[in-house]
């Protein structure tokens, strides 16, 4: 009896436990979503719902449209702002995703694979990048990119993400290629194929699920990066939405509906993105290799 | 057309050495084991054959050409995996098919050969199947099948049969042996099974600690053992080991064990007192009396195991655990006690001191 309560007492607790996690993570989110749906008057009301009294789609009529009112007033589209912002946002993310990921995957493997001196010393330094606090760095590096007149340009903005995100994406592709037995590749080699070609068509394949991890966590931190693009990005040229959404601040009126309904689309890519490569996370790829 | 020939190759692991000078020459066609308990060095042997390990001193030649410096790809050298190997993302037909293709091999030739190698295996109806697909010994002979369609200079196989259950490894062991015969491509087998190496082999090289102990045709080796460690390495039970001291008499030599002498009926070439080891397999022990010259052991019986055929009954010879490989008419009781004859030209006589062969 003791026993079958301190089960269900045990499952309670789990059960208490995943729901204060879900309301963590996914409570902002609703409020977000919730708040880009609601009438600009029902946001001041003193009675908290949780549930748009009047939905509107009034926000992203503003976002979208090519004018909009704000308080009666006529005033400029945010669109033309928001658009150049949000293929920033998606150059730089996908840039820096792909050259991430193309050099933790031949450098991974050359950490695990390849015998040179001081291979496990430079690993450690490469890691160990990743315990140095972002801010410290941030005047030298900006006194770096103006030298190389590297501000306010995709390249610059990619080359300061990569280096940023390129430790743990190595870290994470090293795991990945020593857990896969080294046997295939040598299998590879005596069927008569070298290093290069056994790395693409023999490890890669079976690391597919590393990379896509490594992907997805790549875009996602370049994504949500808002000090980066702040300091390096000082136009609209190169300047994300994470940079731009909370200017709609302005000196009078804070317009959370606007603020909520860019921030709602700007949550879509990653998602997508997510959905998108989550397809091919086969698991049990190794299957039936060995043994 | 393939001889390989191994000169005092040595592999050292940091400081540690692992084999220290080997000297083996493999005829072309020839089917050879390496056999050993693990950690002999058998197995980095091969995979220095293999390419996959570099050489520190010595040379390895294939063909009458030095290849200790061509890599793997150039050495055309086909491998079988202990653990298969099979590339996880490609279909049967695309493993077997994958050398041929980095060959720059026509399509049409890669699909002809692939199909011929699969109805030799009888993998015919798998060939669009990925490997975890197939059972063990359907991937055993995948992988087998990529080593063979690519028609190499060397077969190289490491421990292939060691993941198999009893009744396929017989099966598989049968099936690699009449196909090497048949394409008489030279084949160099790693195994720690002895029975395998025995039952597969032209040549048995038996390892010990990185040392070749022992090369030759496989009863050679079982019927003259040149040490201590081939003699208990080679055959199952192991051969019975008994101390004793040499004597010599009118010329001829016996061995005193216990209270007890065991006449030779031959001249040791080994000074008077000197402390020996006798062999003598189990069966060649029997209740009956032998022919010839005959030498008898009181024994007290500890444990019988019946395996069909005979029984293997073990015991005590004086001080000395033994076994018997005796005929299960031959009734015995545990705890009784029986005399055990043989044939004193059965018995092999080691030098205690460096476990080297007598005779």
């Not at chain 1, 026993?3 to 879900?22: D, E, I, M, Q």
């Not at chain 1, 056994?198 to 992907?215: H, N, S």
């Not at chain 2, 041929?100 to 699909?111: Q, T, V, Y």
């Not at chain 2, 063979?148 to 292939?160: C, M, S």
Request: net charge positive; charged share 15%; with cysteine.
């Amino acid at each position: 009896m003791r026993k079958l309560t301190l089960h269900y007492l045990g499952r309670a607790g789990f059960a208490l436990a995943v729901l204060v996690l879900l309301l963590w993570s996914l409570g902002p989110v609703y409020w977000a979503v919730l708040t880009s749906f609601t009438d600009p008057r029902d946001m001041l009301s003193e009675h908290l719902s949780l549930w748009p009294q009047h939905p509107t789609l009034e926000h992203f009529a503003k976002l979208f449209g090519a004018s909009s009112a704000s308080q009666g007033n006529e005033v400029q589209s945010v669109w033309p702002q928001f658009s150049r912002a949000f293929v920033n946002s998606l150059v730089t993310s996908a840039a820096a995703t792909l050259v991430t990921l193309a050099a933790a995957a031949f450098g991974g493997y050359a950490f695990v694979r390849l015998r040179f001196p001081g291979r496990d010393l430079l690993f450690g330094l490469v890691v160990a990048s990743m315990a140095v606090p972002a801010y410290t760095v941030m005047i030298p590096l900006y006194r770096l990119m103006i030298s190389l007149h590297l501000i306010d340009t995709y390249l610059g903005v990619t080359l300061i993400y990569v280096s940023a995100f390129l430790p743990l994406a190595l870290w994470l592709m090293r795991s990945v290629y020593q857990s896969l037995p080294v046997a295939l590749e040598e299998a590879a080699w005596l069927d008569g194929a070298g290093r290069t070609y056994t790395l693409v068509r023999i490890v890669l394949p079976l690391a597919a699920p590393g990379l896509i991890a490594t992907a997805i966590l790549t875009f996602l931190s370049a994504w949500g990066q808002f000090m980066v693009p702040l300091v390096f990005s000082p136009s609209l040229a190169t300047k994300s939405l994470t940079v731009l959404i909370p200017e709609f601040v302005t000196r009078n009126y804070v317009d959370y509906g606007l603020m909520n309904a860019a921030g709602v689309v700007a949550m879509l890519p990653p998602v997508l993105l997510v959905i998108f490569l989550n397809r091919f996370l086969v698991r049990g790829l190794i299957a039936g290799a060995t043994k | 057309m393939a001889t390989v020939t191994i000169q005092k190759l040595r592999k050292n692991y940091g400081a540690i050495p692992v084999l220290h000078g080997i000297d083996l020459a493999i005829a072309d066609g020839q089917f050879v084991s390496l056999v050993g308990a693990s950690g002999c060095g058998k197995s980095t042997l091969l995979r220095m054959i293999a390419g996959l390990e570099s050489v520190t001193a010595g040379t390895i030649d294939l063909n009458g050409r030095v290849i200790n410096d061509v890599s793997p790809k150039d050495r055309d050298i086909a491998m079988v995996f202990q653990n298969y190997a099979l590339y996880p993302h490609m279909t049967v037909a695309q493993n077997m098919g994958f050398s041929l293709h980095l060959r720059k091999e026509s399509p049409a030739r890669i699909d002809q050969a692939v199909k011929e190698t699969a109805a030799l295996l009888g993998l015919s109806n798998y060939l669009d199947r990925y490997p975890k697909a197939l059972s063990g010994g359907q991937r055993q002979r995948v992988a087998m099948g990529r080593a063979i369609v690519r028609h190499p200079q060397v077969f190289l196989f490491d421990e292939p049969l060691s993941n198999l259950d009893a009744k396929l490894r017989v099966q598989m062991r049968i099936e690699i042996r009449t196909l090497q015969r048949r394409l008489g491509t030279t084949a160099i087998y790693v195994t720690h099974d002895q029975m395998e190496a025995m039952t597969m082999s032209d040549l048995i090289v038996v390892m010990n600690g990185g040392r070749i102990e022992q090369v030759g045709a496989p009863i050679d080796v079982y019927d003259r053992p040149a040490n201590l460690f081939v003699a208990t390495f080679i055959g199952s039970p192991a051969m019975n080991l008994i101390e004793g001291v040499l004597e010599h008499e009118q010329g001829l030599s016996q061995v005193r064990v216990g209270g007890q002498r065991i006449a030779m009926g031959r001249r040791i070439d080994l000074a008077a007192a000197a402390p020996v080891v006798m062999g003598i397999r189990p069966e060649h022990l029997a209740l009956a009396p032998a022919q010839g010259l005959e030498f008898t052991l009181p024994f007290k019986v500890d444990l019988i195991e019946p395996t069909g055929a005979e029984s293997h009954v073990y015991g005590q010879t004086g001080s000395t655990s033994i076994v018997a490989a005796l005929s299960r008419k031959d009734d015995l009781q545990l705890g009784q006690a029986v005399h055990l004859r043989g044939q004193c030209e059965h018995i092999h006589l080691f030098d205690k001191a460096t476990g080297a062969r007598l005779d």
